[in-house]
């Protein structure tokens, strides 16, 4: 209810939908700079390993380990739990982080909102 909450009818002019590009600098608030994602994994690879649309993000590198050790530990698969903890570790990380940047997204057009309202409070009043 979050989301549908917040876009609909909470504040529908500063929630990002899911589809929305950033609209804010990126590096905005970072004075050091913040450091690039990238995949491990090429296309090459992913489509060699065989996943699907859904499997291919900052995390594949790490399913097609898993499903490697899998494969070769057959039919003890549970000689691979280690690569499944990473794999569902690197899962939870990359969704903290798209939901740090949601948050950040949000959080920057409320402060956009309030300072357009600041200057035209300010400007109506002189």
């Known amino acids: 209810m979050g989301l549908t909450y ?12 899911p ?13 050091n700079g913040r450091p690039e994602r990238r995949m491990v994994a090429t296309t090459q690879e992913m489509q060699a390993a ?3 649309a859904k499997d291919r993000d900052y995390c594949a590198h790490k399913l097609i380990d898993l499903m490697q050790c899998r494969k070769d530990a057959f039919p003890w698969t549970v000689a691979c739990s280690h690569k499944v ?15 740090k940047e949601y948050e950040r997204e949000r959080r ?17 009043g002189n």
């Open 85 to 99: 903890h990473e794999y569902e570790q690197c899962e939870f990380d990359d969704y903290v982080l798209r939901m």
């Open 6 to 17: 917040s876009a609909y009818i909470g504040a529908p002019d500063t929630t990002p939908r």
């Open 19 to 31: 589809t929305d590009l950033p609209s804010f600098d990126p590096l905005y608030g970072f004075q």
């Open 108 to 124: 920057l057009r409320e402060r956009s909102k309030r300072k357009s309202a600041m200057v035209q409070t300010e400007a109506l």
């Open 50 to 52: 065989g996943l699907e």
